[in-house]
Structure formats: C-alpha cells, structure tokens
C-alpha cells in the first residue's frame, strides 16, 4: 500500500556522496515507487489496451556525482524505456513529478513533432492551462503551458523533430510542501488523472512509434 511523500523523502538529495545517497534512494524511495506501480500500470494498461512494465532508475552508470533526481518510468517495453514514449514519476528536492516523457533516445521524435505539428492550436487547447512542459529530463525547471503561444507550441515541436538530443515531457509537478504528497490514495488519483489527461499526447506518439518499426 502506498503512503505517500514524507520531506525525509525529499531530504535524500542533501545526502552527500554517491553510494550514501544511493542507498537512502533505494531503502526510502524505490519501495514507493514500486507501490506507485502496483496501483498505476493496471489502469494503464487497460487504457492503453498495451501491456506496460515498471521500470524503476537504478542509476548505474553514475560512479561519483551522486544523482540529483530519481524517478520510475512506466513503458510497454519489458527490457527499456528511454527509447518509448513513456510515463514517469519522479522526485527533485524541490519538487514531484509526473510526465509523459519521450527523451533523447526515443527514435520516434521526427515522427511524432510532424503528427503535433499538423494542428498546434489543437494541442495548445488540449493542454491544461496549469500543465508543464519540460526540455530536458535531467534539470528540474518546467514552463507553464499558459505561458506558451500557438508560436511557442510550434517552435517546441520543431525542435523536438530537428534536434538529435532534443526532449519533449508534458505533466505536472507538485512541490514538496504540498499535503496531496503525504495522502497516499489522493497522490495516485492525481496521478491516474494525469496520465488520463496526457493520453492523447501518448496515444499520438504510440501511432508515431508504430510508424517507425
């Protein structure tokens, strides 16, 4: 059963050294992680009408800087994520978050900025005004959807189709102060309704995934 978020929690990213903090990680925050789990990919997969699988950050190629962040994605691939469209949860110090993500390794990115490019007001109003979207996985700033035009949409898309290393993460953050994170059963409804309202954007990249095998 998942109990939620505690600023001990949150506090791991004070801990200095690689395998200290490390350690915290895995005794503090990957059993609740694999709690999310339990409780989220069900819903998922019946969505999705796919089967998704938990993938939880091991961080294993880090050797000294320890890890800023730490998060367990959600993907319909058994043995990976960082190539599929997928969902995260994730904490910073600072923050909660809760992202469709397709990140640097995804091939499906030229794909999937043509199919957003071919009606950006459509996805500008699908958006939720208080949605974030994020560039790159690994920094914690996020720009508000209400900040971004029609113009801005468009030129976030171009990016993602141009750039080798671009990244594309819409969803939400919730910051550690907040009382939903310390509410088990409310946290995953929030997540759930995230990711319900996020599926359009992930059904979109699935079709484009398709495309691409």
Not at 156 to 171: N, Q, S
Request: glycine share 4%.
């Amino acid at each position: 059963m998942f109990n939620g978020f505690n600023g001990e929690d949150f506090d791991v990213f004070q801990i200095e050294g690689l395998e200290p903090r490390m350690k915290a990680i895995q005794t503090r925050i990957q059993p609740k992680f694999q709690a999310i789990a339990d409780e989220v990919i069900p819903s998922l997969s019946v969505q999705c009408g796919e089967e998704f699988y938990t993938h939880i950050a091991q961080h294993a190629r880090r050797k000294v800087n320890p890890p800023n962040d730490t998060w367990v994605a959600f993907a319909t691939n058994k043995r990976g994520y960082k190539m599929m469209p997928h969902f995260q949860v994730g904490l910073y110090e600072s923050h909660l978050f809760v992202w469709f993500a397709v990140i640097y390794e995804a091939q499906v990115k030229p794909q999937l900025a043509n199919q957003l490019l071919e009606d950006v007001a459509k996805w500008n109003k699908l958006i939720p005004k208080d949605f974030e979207w994020s560039l790159d996985h690994m920094k914690p700033e996020t720009t508000k959807h209400a900040d971004f035009s029609d113009t801005d949409l468009e030129s976030m898309f171009v990016r993602l189709r141009d750039v080798k290393k671009a990244e594309l993460l819409c969803g939400i953050t919730i910051d550690r102060n907040d009382p939903i994170l310390g509410n088990g059963t409310e946290l995953i409804k929030k997540i759930e309704k995230t990711y319900q309202t996020l599926l359009p954007l992930y059904r979109t990249a699935q079709q484009a995934h398709a495309v691409t095998q």
